[in-house]
């Protein structure tokens, strides 16, 4: 696997988006490039809390995003079908070493352009007959575990929403207070980063989970400093928003896969 050179196009101010809020978060949220959503269609009209929140920026169709290196690694770690890899889970990972994303979208055979299947460079295209599908599936035949076409850009984006999404107030604490200051607009880091506890990333239910600091079915993962948890962390706190950074930790992990 070739080393990754991030493109610095994709480092840039988060735009940090106030919503109302209902005191549980509803399990259905949309997600934009580079900020966490909720949506605003499961709240009650009396809802009035607010809450912002924002993850990693992740260009989807940029192939030398250091989150491919990073979903990787949680998709051959965690992502079988056995695992995170199940439909049920609220953690749940797509790839080609495990479930796929269902395609195309549900609904959309009538479709007759690709303007009807998303923006542009969103990677999703009409193939009429078939549906709203993405552009790197050139053979559905291929699209199974384990088949021809390997993870989609759709199948990342999902996955990068799925991690964002578990504890999105929390993830954006840790990782607005890790990136720097001025990093995400709108975000008060002089009130949430003054505890040096802010930046940990152990307050997160992932990290935990995979060190087995906190109960998981799954077993240990891997141990805190391990290449794999350097991986992940290191994203999450924004090392690698740094186009100068490769993720090694993650190529790292890979070869032992």
């Known amino acids: 696997m070739r080393p990754f050179s991030p493109n610095p196009k994709r480092v840039h101010q988060h735009g940090v988006i106030e919503m109302k809020r209902s005191i549980?978060?509803?399990?259905?949220?949309?997600?934009?490039?580079?900020?966490?959503?909720?949506?605003?269609?499961?709240?009650?009209?009396?809802?009035?809390?607010?809450?912002?929140?924002?993850?990693?920026?992740?260009?989807?169709?940029?192939?030398?995003?250091?989150?491919?290196?990073?979903?990787?690694?949680?998709?051959?770690?965690?992502?079988?079908?056995?695992?995170?890899?199940?439909?049920?889970?609220?953690?749940?990972?797509?790839?080609?070493?495990?479930?796929?994303?269902?395609?195309?979208?549900?609904?959309?055979?009538?479709?007759?352009?690709?303007e009807e299947c998303g923006p542009a460079g969103s990677g999703r295209i009409c193939k009429q007959g078939l549906g709203c599908i993405d552009d790197r599936i050139t053979n559905y035949a291929q699209y199974y575990p384990g088949g021809g076409i390997g993870t989609t850009p759709s199948?990342?984006?999902?996955?990068w929403a799925a991690i964002c999404g578990i504890e999105p107030e929390l993830f954006t604490v840790v990782y607005c207070c890790a990136a720097g200051e001025n990093v995400c607009g709108g975000f008060d880091y002089a009130a949430n980063c003054a505890d040096p506890e802010a930046v940990d990333p152990e307050r997160l239910t992932l990290v935990r989970k995979a060190r087995l600091r906190e109960k998981h079915k799954g077993g240990l993962v891997w141990n805190e400093g391990d290449d794999g948890d350097t991986c992940l962390v290191s994203w999450i706190t924004g090392a690698y928003s740094d186009p100068n950074v490769n993720p090694q930790a993650c190529i790292q992990e890979l070869q032992k896969l």
């Open 24 to 114: 549980v978060l509803c399990a259905a949220a949309l997600f934009g490039i580079g900020v966490t959503v909720v949506s605003s269609g499961c709240l009650g009209e009396n809802a009035t809390a607010t809450v912002k929140t924002a993850c990693v920026p992740f260009d989807a169709q940029d192939d030398e995003d250091a989150f491919i290196a990073v979903s990787e690694v949680l998709e051959r770690r965690c992502g079988t079908l056995d695992c995170h890899g199940a439909i049920a889970r609220p953690l749940r990972l797509y790839g080609n070493a495990g479930l796929r994303r269902p395609e195309p979208d549900l609904g959309s055979e009538g479709c007759t352009v690709n």
């Open 155 to 159: 199948e990342r984006r999902d996955n």
